[in-house]
């Protein structure tokens, strides 16, 4: 790994795109950007969803080819023609979705494709542990490299990406949202290992939706706007206010809107729930009007409890009450019936059929509610149907027959919610409402929460940004280890006293926990 | 395109986009073309009485391509439509030739049998989670089985010695229009009307497209897949009716690979393996394309054996020809 401590030259680029243009049918993905990355700079990419952060990543790992423009390595034009390519020159890019075999163990993981070999098609495993263990060891992870990759977390399944990226002497490395599913604490660890990256030269490009964290681990951020450079500029000469008004082009006044409705009668009671070795006596209840807030880290049991009373785990024993009584929801079916909703953390393997049109995902929890004759549910019904809802939630698509899968993630959100005002339902479980979705739709999201509650409705609210959960919540549970192990409301609820219930151990523990 | 525009235009803008409408113009074109290009090659091609003639080879390949459909856009497969239609075939043939039962009970029980033995493959896929690829394959043998074990192995003779009337399902017509195409017609409007119409249809692509985010939205997902297995079984039946009937007889090796055919009828027509994603139009057009193929072939004097690679390379081709057209709107 020697090369990868090259001299550190700022004066000149490493990579750079210089006008780079990338179109698909009826979309400019990327119209003349411009970007460039320095040997041992963290440089952050910002912007909304659809601003062209993914193109760019795109075109730089060898998955798109620019229209137009070139792109420059080491100052000489370059063409990326396949994702093998971009390794091969020294660009490895840690994807969203990461890119491991769950299967095969962290060794193998690390050197797939570039195995040492006995012979000719026979692989050196002793070899082959001994060199995974170097990367993983400059990462500072003492992990087994035959411990399967299956068992690890999110968190840990990344490092493992980014010792594949080590092995292939990455020179440039590209972090598509590598926050996006861990813990702040792992957040912290990630952001040691790319400090140590840095400093040895590595060109990092870091994409993240939180500021924060650009702040925290960048030297220089570029915004991006619906596929135009905004600006490029060094972290040290702005701030938070300046960055997000160039991403959104406009002044974000107020993120959490007010709220008129007050708490009223307990529409939701959960007793004692328990599930062996998930949840242990979860004991709650929600009042109509309120939004009570689930806080913790990954794993804590969060949304293990919502699975729980929307009927998807079988739970051994507790109580669940609706509007006072007693209910058995022993099926996601039941539990709509009662007038439960449930919108999943994860929106796009769990919330919509991305396939079907928005219309068809409006109607697919209530087609009943399209008074047709015998039953039937005629597209031309469920197409007047999702127009109500597109234009109520100001859903932005060019027809209700547009597939879900091309929608922004705000708008797949409101579909999502669509689906459930047309059950009418009145017990909302938002799991991670606003993750992957631009600033300006999330105050959007937390307008349609607050009209759900004035009209009636109750809601939980998992989520792990902190400054959601306090600025929604009207009461906080703070889950720990599949129990709730602190309530906190007003003065008392802090993004410190959240932390403090939240994270009682250290990340060894949970490193162990993981197995 | 706004939403008040297309609205005012009386657009369906679902079915308008590139991939969309490659998914069932793809076909249609290369069926026209290939008409076309045999015509050329051999006027005899376009006589009404030889398009009939394909119309009435496609049928058995179309009814059973149509509940294929269903099964194939659930994510599904059913490998044991050619055993089932021959188990059904069997059943209603020695109700009529052993037991002297009159056509109409005996054609019921073919349909009836066909839909039980669907429900059976639907039941153990969904009761005992076992991808029905797995299921089907079992259940192929145990039908074939079945149906042999019935005759002991023996195919039954002229059926319509002992009821005259049964002969009507496979050679007769109606206005000159061979029972066997109007009733690919029938099942295929009926397939094509639940697909689009109910809620059955609905489920289908969702249940295809996510099984997950189906079951979070309060469907009953076993139920309407034992739904789409049963249907599959009941055209597996009215095949068994009409190609009983053609043949005037009841054999117990009927349909053997059938299966096969269905399938690449559903898969040239644009639908998707992975499931959530096709139109019973394109089956219809897949069907008739495969048709038109072994037709052509023979009007031109080309061996069978050539007949069987053309159609296989044609199902691999549609398939290379859809995974582009993926890779470009992905």
């Known amino acids: 790994m020697a090369d990868l401590v090259s001299p550190v030259r700022d004066d000149e680029p490493l990579l750079a795109l210089r006008g780079v243009g990338k179109r698909f049918p009826g979309v400019v993905a990327l119209d003349d950007v411009s970007f460039d990355l320095r040997r041992g700079e963290v440089h952050v990419l910002v912007g909304e969803n659809g601003a062209g952060k993914s193109t760019l990543v795109k075109l730089l790992s060898g998955i798109y080819q620019p229209d137009s423009g070139e792109i420059l390595y080491d100052g000489q034009p370059v063409s990326i023609p396949s994702p093998y390519a971009a390794q091969r020159m020294g660009i490895s890019t840690v994807h969203q979705e990461l890119n491991l075999v769950p299967e095969l163990d962290i060794g193998r993981n690390i050197l797939l494709g570039r195995e040492p070999m006995l012979a000719p098609g026979i692989i050196d495993y002793r070899s082959l542990y001994r060199s995974a263990r170097e990367p993983l060891a400059a990462l500072g992870l003492p992990l087994d490299p035959r411990r399967k990759v299956r068992t690890l977390g999110i968190a840990l399944q990344q490092t493992v990406e980014i010792a594949k990226a080590l092995i292939a002497n990455a020179r440039v490395l590209i972090l598509d949202e590598p926050t996006a599913a861990i813990t702040a604490e792992e957040a912290d660890q990630l952001f040691t290992i790319v400090d140590q990256l840095r400093a040895r030269g590595t060109a990092i490009i870091f994409i993240s939706h939180h500021l924060e964290e650009a702040f925290r681990i960048g030297d220089r951020v570029t915004v991006l706007r619906d596929g135009r450079l905004v600006d490029t500029l060094p972290l040290a000469a702005t701030n938070q206010q300046a960055i997000i008004r160039m991403m959104v082009g406009r002044e974000l006044i107020q993120q959490f809107p007010e709220r008129k409705s007050t708490p009223g009668e307990v529409a939701l009671g959960v007793t004692r729930l328990n599930r062996t070795g998930v949840l242990h006596d979860i004991t709650f209840e929600v009042r109509r009007g309120e939004i009570v807030g689930l806080a913790g880290l990954i794993g804590a049991g969060r949304t293990e409890v919502a699975r729980a009373i929307f009927g998807i785990d079988a739970i051994d024993s507790g109580e669940i009450t609706i509007n006072g009584l007693p209910v058995r929801v022993a099926n996601p079916r039941a539990a709509v019936r009662r007038g439960l909703a449930l919108l999943p953390e994860d929106r796009k393997a769990q919330g919509l059929v991305l396939l079907m049109s928005v219309a068809d995902n409006v109607v697919l929890a209530a087609p009943g509610q399209m008074d047709a004759a015998g039953g039937l549910v005629p597209p031309k019904n469920r197409a007047n149907v999702a127009r109500r809802f597109v234009d109520a939630l100001r859903i932005r698509t060019p027809s209700v027959g547009q597939q879900a899968r091309l929608l922004s993630g705000g708008n797949q959100q409101k579909v999502v919610l669509s689906k459930w005002l047309l059950t009418e339902a009145d017990i909302f479980i938002f799991d991670e409402p606003t993750r992957g979705i631009d600033v300006g739709a999330k105050v959007e999201v937390y307008r349609l929460m607050n009209d759900l509650l004035e009209r009636g409705a109750a809601i939980i609210m998992i989520s792990s940004e902190l400054p959601e959960v306090l600025g929604m919540s009207d009461r906080i549970l703070v889950m720990r280890g599949g129990r709730i192990v602190a309530e906190l409301a007003g003065l008392d609820a802090t993004q410190e006293r959240i932390m403090q219930s939240a994270a009682a151990g250290s990340i060894q523990e949970r490193i162990e926990d993981v197995a | ?330």
Request: with cysteine; hydrophobic share 55%; glycine share 12%.
């Open chain 2, 1 to 330: 395109m706004s939403n008040a525009a297309s609205q005012a235009l009386g657009l369906d803008l679902r079915r308008i986009t590139f991939g969309n409408v490659w998914q069932v113009i793809g076909p249609l074109a290369s069926l026209i073309i290939l008409s076309l290009l045999i015509w050329w090659a051999e006027p005899v091609f376009m006589s009404p009485q030889n398009l009939l003639n394909v119309a009435r080879q496609a049928s058995l390949t179309a009814i059973l391509a149509t509940g294929m459909t269903f099964v194939i856009l659930t994510g599904g497969i059913d490998l044991s439509v050619g055993s089932m239609v021959a188990l059904s075939s069997v059943c209603g043939g020695l109700l009529m030739w052993e037991f002297g039962w009159p056509m109409w009970p005996a054609v019921l029980v073919m349909v009836v049998v066909g839909g039980l033995l669907g429900l059976i493959n639907g039941a153990i896929v969904t009761l005992g989670r076992i991808p029905p690829f797995i299921v089907t394959l079992g259940t192929m043998q145990i039908f074939r089985g079945a149906a042999l074990q019935l005759t002991d192995g023996k195919p039954i003779f002229d059926l319509t010695a002992f009821q005259p009337s049964f002969s009507m399902w496979g050679t007769g017509d109606l206005g000159g229009i061979p029972a066997p195409v109007i009733i690919t017609l029938v099942v295929f409007v009926a397939g094509w009307l639940i697909l689009r119409y109910t809620r059955l249809g609905l489920y289908t692509y969702a249940i295809g497209g996510n099984e997950q985010a189906t079951r979070f939205s309060g469907v009953q997902i076993n139920r309407y897949k034992l739904g789409v297995y049963g249907l599959m079984g009941v055209t597996a039946g009215v095949a068994a009716v009409m190609w009983s009937s053609r043949l005037n007889s009841t054999q117990p090796t009927v349909a053997t690979g059938e299966e096969l055919n269905a399938i690449a009828a559903v898969v040239i027509g644009g639908t998707s393996l992975f499931g959530g994603e096709g139109s019973i139009v394109g089956t219809l057009i897949g069907a008739l394309l495969m048709a038109v193929i072994r037709n052509g072939l023979t009007l031109l004097h080309v061996p069978s054996f050539y007949q069987q690679m053309v159609i296989g390379a044609v199902v691999v081709l549609a398939v290379l020809i859809d995974r582009l057209r993926r890779r470009e709107t992905a």
